[in-house]
């Protein structure tokens, strides 16, 4: 939907026009984020006014580039590509980059441990006692007691669960989890939090900032 982005109106690979999530889209092709400015991109940061959004939007600097500077080009990216501007669509990035690594170990998997699907432990972490369901992501220094990891999860480096279920979720690195075996889903989990529940507690669609601490008794 051209409504949702910035999008860009093109002759060849010269960039004539950029709106900002129009209402009426002349255009389809969205704008990725991914830009290379010469100098004069701070004085057109200077002259622009905020949108009706009241904000400074990056696409009205590059149309004052394009009318006050000349030439602005664009080559036509393809391929798979994600907004990761809202949860949802930054755990769908999650399941596809946790395809594309494939299993890599590293660290220690118990003999007391369960394994399937594609399944990546780095350096110096620790699985024990645990279920694990690919794809899943267990970053450097982890450890892990008692859980169940899967599918769609990536937790960081540092980070520590016992007695949790993680599935659809990314945890961000040095956060303690305990409890919560009914399951924690569809989350994303900042760096250094601290979740602690009962056992059979769960929790879902949760977006945490970094040192957020939940206590559920």
């Known amino acids: 939907d051209p409504r949702a982005y910035g999008i860009v109106e ?6 004539v026009r950029l709106v900002e999530k ?13 830009y290379a400015f010469t100098p ?33 080009s664009a080559p036509i990216a393809t391929g798979h590509w994600l907004d990761i501007g809202r949860p949802s669509s930054l755990l769908e990035a999650n399941r596809c980059l946790l395809e594309a690594v494939g299993s ?24 024990q006692a645990s279920r694990i369901i ?3 992501w267990v970053g450097q220094s982890a450890v892990v007691t008692e859980a169940r990891l899967g599918p769609n999860v990536s937790l960081g480096a540092g980070c520590e669960v016992k007695g949790t279920k993680l599935e659809n979720t ?22 250094n939090c601290m979740l602690t529940g009962p056992a ?6 949760v977006l945490l900032a970094d040192r957020s601490v939940i206590k559920v008794a």
Do not use: K, W
């Open 10 to 15: 093109m002759e060849g690979e010269r960039v």
């Open 134 to 136: 690919g794809p899943v």
């Open 104 to 127: 890599h170990q590293e660290g220690s998997i118990g003999s007391d441990c369960t394994v399937s699907g594609t399944v990546s432990v780095a350096a110096g972490a620790q699985v």
């Open 170 to 191: 990314v945890v961000l690195e040095e956060t303690e989890m305990a409890g919560f075996g009914g399951g924690v889903c569809d989350s994303l989990i900042g760096a």
């Open 40 to 72: 004069c991109i701070f004085e057109a940061i200077a002259a622009i006014e905020p949108s009706a959004r009241g904000e400074y939007e990056i696409t009205d600097a590059i149309q004052y580039v394009v009318d006050n500077f000349g030439s602005v």
């Open 22 to 34: 129009p209402q009426q889209p002349t255009s389809d092709l969205a704008i990725i984020g991914v």
């Open 200 to 205: 059979d507690g769960c929790l879902s669609e």
